[in-house]
């Protein structure tokens, strides 16, 4: 905690670091809550998006970052939220590795294990330069997820729901993390396997990982099913692909060059310390084989795929080139490099020159963060303005309609307008009027009276899962060319025109999914703890 808070102890007094997707994370917690307001429990359309024409943002972005920072801005002013994530999620981070290397080493050097953890080189990156929050959450909760690998492996059956609703947690906060923990899960229990010399490792482990993709189904499911209808291709544009952000890259854009460097040499130094306490500490692999074998493992797998030379695993690997940044396998480095350097640092007769190591490093760290990190005061009072204006945020392009192009949208459109078939307006001179009698997130209604045939055009991007009904009857909405505006035919006439959300078959069936899951999780549980209890009280 003491930590957690020295590092967020700039924001303070300068304000909030603005990282690269800082506006991204802040507009959505903000459009949340504001749909909470109306009735809207849990958001799938980002209604503020697009400056007002929306985007279905959350469909496909993981639920527990957005809604966290929803409910943190509900209770604090939104000026501090960023600063109170961070610090709540470190100290999460924390107590996550200390629970981790309370299975190898001793209560003190499990708490330095947690200090390394909770300060590493790449989450003061993330906090100051990337402020990537999601990432953040799901970086702190993979120390469990190793840990409960081990325990499956120990033959602890009660931990197969645990890691289970870890690895749960870990993709409903992060999809490219997810994508991580699964290969980085997958690599470790046949790792673990090859120790055991079984293969009860990887059943058990694969049961508690298919529980897991079966508990966040209700969000892997629809987000999986609907990329069809966005561009989601756009998410591995220029300069997000894999392949140009292996280490030291070379590119026409200084700043991304400077940024790219800049992470090399955190990772250079983030391998380096890893290697060189691996090697001092090899030999605690005796007492502890399958903690430091585990750990070396994932630290070899991470070198592999961080180096150039694995580009066609990148591209070949199912869903891998999503992750984008080889780089981000720095969070679950972290987990190697925090352990073995408290075992290393176990070694040392003087216990506190580690606590002088931990400190001097994580006070240089910190002086060139907040050094080099953009401060800005502005961003979020001028997000908050925005959207109780209605006047919206910018959009993002791999969640716009497909054919569609976002920044063809006019930003001062109206929430509803009238259009002939070249595109051109309609007004009431020529006999139309309109008159929007509702515009909540999920539910648009409309009045139309028109004396001659027009495309209503609500400020409203396309998108299949809207429902439009005409005069109580469900009607044909169809995108406009270039823009992917919502359009709704009509005839000459007067109509009420009704436009919802609709919950898609694909969104039942992960819900249901993950209910069963759920369910058949706690009837095992409860199965078991009531075999624990007759075997504690046999009866007569």
Avoid at 68 to 79: E, K, M, N
Wanted: glycine residues 6%; proline residues 6%; aromatic residues 12%.
């Amino acid at each position: 905690m003491a930590v957690a808070t020295l590092i967020i102890l700039p924001m303070l007094y300068r304000g909030n670091a603005s990282g690269h997707d800082m506006q991204f994370h802040v507009a959505s917690w903000m459009d949340v809550a504001q749909q909470w307001r109306q009735g809207v429990l849990y958001p799938r359309w980002a209604a503020g998006a697009n400056y007002g024409f929306g985007e279905p943002r959350f469909i496909f972005y993981p639920p527990i970052s957005w809604l966290a920072g929803a409910a943190l801005g509900s209770v604090l002013p939104w000026r501090v939220v960023p600063g109170a994530l961070i610090w709540l999620t470190l100290v999460l981070a924390g107590l996550s590795m200390w629970r981790l290397a309370r299975s190898a080493l001793p209560e003190s050097d499990a708490i330095l294990a947690a200090v390394f953890f909770a300060a590493n080189p790449y989450t003061l990156m993330v906090v100051y330069f990337r402020s990537d929050y999601a990432e953040l959450i799901a970086a702190a909760v993979f120390p469990l997820l190793v840990l409960g690998i081990l325990r499956i492996t120990a033959n602890d059956r009660k931990a197969i729901a645990g890691t289970a609703v870890v690895f749960a947690a870990v993709w409903l906060s992060n999809a490219p993390e997810g994508v991580l923990a699964s290969y980085s899960a997958a690599a470790l229990l046949v790792v673990l396997s090859v120790i055991k010399k079984s293969l009860a490792p990887v059943l058990a482990g694969g049961a508690a990982l298919a529980a897991g993709l079966g508990l966040a189904a209700y969000y892997i499911l629809p987000a999986a099913y609907e990329q069809r209808w966005v561009d989601i291709g756009q998410v591995l544009s220029i300069e997000l692909k894999p392949v140009e952000n292996f280490l030291f890259t070379h590119a026409d854009n200084p700043e991304f060059v400077w940024f790219n460097w800049r992470m090399s040499m955190i990772a250079c130094l983030m391998l380096s310390a890893t290697a060189i306490a691996a090697v001092f500490t090899a030999r605690r692999r005796r007492a502890a084989p399958e903690v430091w074998w585990t750990l070396a493992a994932l630290t070899a797998l991470i070198v592999c795929l961080m180096s150039r030379y694995s580009l066609p695993v990148w591209d070949h690997l199912p869903k891998l080139r999503f992750v984008q940044f080889p780089w981000r396998w720095l969070g679950p480095l972290a987990v190697p490099c925090s352990i073995f350097l408290a075992m290393g640092f176990s070694e040392l007769r003087k216990k506190w020159l580690a606590w002088i190591c931990v400190g001097a490093t994580l006070a240089v760290l910190l002086v060139a963060m907040i050094a080099t990190a953009w401060w800005d005061n502005q961003d979020i009072p001028d997000l908050k303005r925005a959207i109780a204006s209605g006047q919206g945020y910018e959009g993002t392009d791999e969640y716009t309609a497909l054919g569609g192009d976002r920044t063809d949208l006019p930003s001062d459109a109206p929430r509803a307008s009238a259009l002939n078939d070249d595109g051109d307006p309609i007004d009431a001179a020529d006999g139309v009027r309109l008159h929007v009698q509702g515009w909540d997130a999920e539910q648009k209604h409309i009045g139309v009276e028109s004396k001659v045939p027009l495309n209503l055009a609500p400020k409203l991007e396309y998108f299949p899962a809207w429902h439009v009904d005409v005069n109580g009857r469900p009607a044909t909405a169809i995108p406009a060319q270039d823009t992917a505006q919502l359009l709704v035919p009509l005839q000459p006439g007067t109509y009420q025109v009704d436009i919802r959300m609709a919950h898609t078959w694909d969104r039942t069936a992960g819900g249901l999914i993950s209910a069963f899951t759920a369910a058949t999780m706690l009837g095992w549980a409860l199965a078991a703890a009531r075999r624990r209890r007759i075997r504690a009280f046999p009866t007569s």
